[in-house]
Structures are given as C-alpha cells and as structure tokens.
Nanobody, 118 residues
Framework: QVQLVESGGGLVQAGGSLRLSCAAS????????MGWYRQAPGKQRELVAT????????NYEDSVKGRFTISRDNAKNTVYLQMNSLKPEDTAVYYC???????????WGQGTQVTVSS
C-alpha cells in the first residue's frame, strides 16, 4: 500500500504562485510514476502533470505548460508542483496520485484546495 499526503494549497490572487507538495510512504519501491490531478466544482477530474519516478520524464496538460513545473526528490519520496502565473480557471482541488508497477490501480491523496481570486 501507498499513502500520499498533500500540502501547500491556499488562496492567491491571479498572477501569484503556489508550491504543492506530495509525500509518499509505504511501498515506495513499487511506485512507477506520480502526478497531479485537479477537479473544479461540477467538472471532471483532469490530469495536470506526471513524472516518472526513475527517469524523471515529465508531461503536462496543455493549459499549464510554461506555468507549472512538476519535480521530484526521490530521497524524500516527495513530488512537487510549482504553480506560477496562476489564473482563476486554475481554481480546483488538487490531488496527488501514484501509479504502481504492473498494477492497474491509482493511489490518491486527500486533496488540497487551490483558489485563485480575480
């Protein structure tokens, strides 16, 4: 099993920045990739960014390219999402997720609220 604990959400004005953190514990050796999803009220949950644990390959949803950066510190089993130039449409609950090798299941954090005011 894997446990994910998120932190760093809050309220910021448009154009501001936030840094989200996700600390993983448990069966860390089995994690293949980690990423961030977000879900706004009344909308589907969408994938924001992913990173491969071993190689560091990253992918981003088009609307956040150039503004968000996903990174990881494998020694601390932690993934970060640096969010710059935030827009009101970025307002959502952000969820950390972990994908295990050879297992078609996703582990989820509890979510952290990001609110961007206009």
């Amino acid at each position: 099993q894997v446990q994910l604990v998120e932190s760093g959400g809050g309220l910021v004005q448009a154009g501001g920045s936030l840094r989200l953190s996700c600390a993983a514990s448990g069966s860390i050796f089995s994690i293949y990739a980690m990423g961030w999803y977000r879900q706004a009220p009344g909308k589907q949950r969408e994938l924001v960014a992913t990173i491969i644990t071993s190689g560091g390959t990253t992918n981003y949803e088009d609307s956040v390219k150039g503004r968000f950066t996903i990174s990881r510190d494998n020694a601390k089993n932690t993934v970060y999402l640096q969010m710059n130039s935030l827009k009101p449409e970025d307002t959502a609950v952000y969820y950390c997720a972990a994908n295990l090798r050879h297992i078609a299941v996703l582990y989820w954090g509890q979510g952290t609220q990001v609110t961007v005011s206009s």
